[in-house]
């Protein structure tokens, strides 16, 4: 069987790989490869660029990754963070609030296994619940493979109501559920983007909370069934669907409004291209009353040390090792594991203390689709906040003004290039082979989309 393959919303055609293979095996083997990167959600590689990889070893270190990782977690003692007061130093306009170091919260007791879970950590799957300042929480989880492990999280916000918005929920776990009922009942729940990770837990948790209304971005497709950009479409997702976003300002054809529309705006970015398996959408979203965005991908702002969940997983010898949180951001964001003369890693060094864009992104998404996210960021910049909420990675993240979102991507104004500001960070040239790489096999393979935007003009 032909599958298809979501690299952080970028698509891959697989049944358009069967002529450029030389024999069936390979046709089998490429194709288990993408299944497993599609079903496990891993989106990242450890290549050394002095490695001198080819393409193929690419997938075949992919698939050896996956078939290998361990399924189970490391139980160790649950150790609360320190508290801190001062935020990060600021860098291109970027911070970390004070509220980000607050001291997580958790339920060990309730339980942390869920079956069945898509994505691991299959056992010990902890949650840890932050305080976020201004009626928002956190609960994050941690996504767990061989050579790659992220956080990711739901963010919850407080309405005016009194009940809960709950933002890309996770695995409902028993502790996963007590932290977040202490907080209120669950109204409303939003699926804001199509990538596996996000997806995979819609069905369960919505199981778990029926009488919340559910709002998804557009173009969902993949394992978990189907949803169109109008409900007039057939949804297959196995939970009932309220409404399908679009853009707030200009009101949605597709869908009825909103409850909670008048606490929030948001927008959509919404990529079909005739050459991919299907669509790309992300939904980002403006809490009016407290003058936060809520991202999921969009952006992200990779601090200085892990959260201290990885200590669920992680054993704290392994944390303290001066290269265990350079490789593990590395890894994330697709950028290789390249050492300078003094043993640091220069990819690491670029992209930490700053809003970004993730490289991943700007190498699949925006390389195909320049105009759309453009035009998707302009109009998150004519909102009104002073702080970001994300998915992965660090947040709250204070800004000094919404320009400095747009900021992240000023490499799509090609008479705006990055010339020694500070605007972007300064990724070197040779830091982007690994993503440069893959869009070549893409293109000649014929497998997607090809990549007809230099995202990496900006280079040094």
Request: charged fraction near 20%; glycine fraction near 6%.
């Amino acid at each position: 069987e032909l599958s298809c393959l979501a690299v952080h919303g970028y698509v891959f055609d697989a049944s358009r790989m069967k002529t450029t293979m030389r024999s069936g095996h390979h046709v089998q083997f490429y194709c288990l490869v993408i299944r497993l990167i599609h079903i496990s959600g891993l989106y990242a590689l450890a290549l050394n660029k002095n490695a001198h990889n080819t393409r193929r070893d690419v997938f075949r270190s992919t698939a050896a990754a996956i078939l290998t990782s361990s399924a189970s977690g490391i139980l160790l003692k649950n150790e609360a963070a320190n508290a801190q007061t001062l935020p990060s130093p600021v860098s291109n306009g970027a911070y970390l609030t004070p509220e980000y170091y607050n001291t997580p919260v958790t339920a060990a007791s309730k339980g942390r296994f869920y079956f069945p879970t898509l994505t691991p950590p299959f056992q010990n799957r902890a949650t840890y619940r932050t305080n976020r300042g201004r009626n928002a929480w956190a609960l994050e989880q941690l996504l767990t493979f061989s050579n790659v492990t992220a956080t990711i999280t739901t963010n919850v916000i407080r309405l005016e109501s009194g009940g809960l918005w709950v933002h890309s929920p996770q695995w409902p776990t028993g502790e996963f559920c007590a932290l977040l009922e202490e907080l209120g009942s669950v109204e409303h729940v939003v699926l804001p983007c199509n990538a596996f990770e996000h997806a995979a837990p819609m069905k369960a948790f919505c199981k778990r909370y029926p009488q919340a209304s559910v709002w998804v971005s557009p173009g969902q497709y993949g394992p978990f069934g189907s949803c169109g950009r109008s409900l007039a479409d057939p949804c297959t997702l196995g939970y009932r669907v309220d409404g399908i976003l679009g853009n707030s300002r200009d009101g949605d054809a597709h869908t009825a409004r909103p409850p909670w529309a008048d606490e929030f705006e948001y927008t959509t970015l919404y990529v079909s291209l005739p050459e991919n398996a299907g669509p790309v959408s992300e939904v980002a979203f403006l809490h009016k009353p407290t003058k936060t965005l809520v991202a999921t991908d969009a952006v992200v702002y990779i601090p200085d040390s892990p959260s201290p969940l990885f200590s669920t997983y992680f054993d704290a010898d392994t944390i303290r090792e001066p290269e265990f949180w350079p490789r593990t951001v590395l890894q994330s964001v697709f950028l290789p594991l390249r050492k300078d003369d003094g043993g640091k890693y220069p990819g690491y060094e670029a992209i930490r203390g700053r809003v970004l864009r993730a490289p991943i992104l700007r190498g699949f998404n925006d390389a195909r689709a320049p105009e759309l996210t453009k035009s998707w960021i302009d109009t998150v910049g004519q909102w009104n906040f002073d702080r970001v909420i994300t998915s992965h990675f660090a947040s709250p993240i204070g800004v000094s003004s919404p320009q400095t979102v747009k900021s992240a991507f000023a490499f799509l104004n090609a008479d705006n290039a990055i010339r020694g500001d500070d605007n972007l960070p300064p990724i070197a040239c040779q830091d982007w082979e690994l993503l440069d790489g893959l869009n070549d096999f893409i293109a000649a393979n014929k497998i997607g989309a090809p990549a007809t935007f230099n995202y990496r003009q900006d280079c040094k």
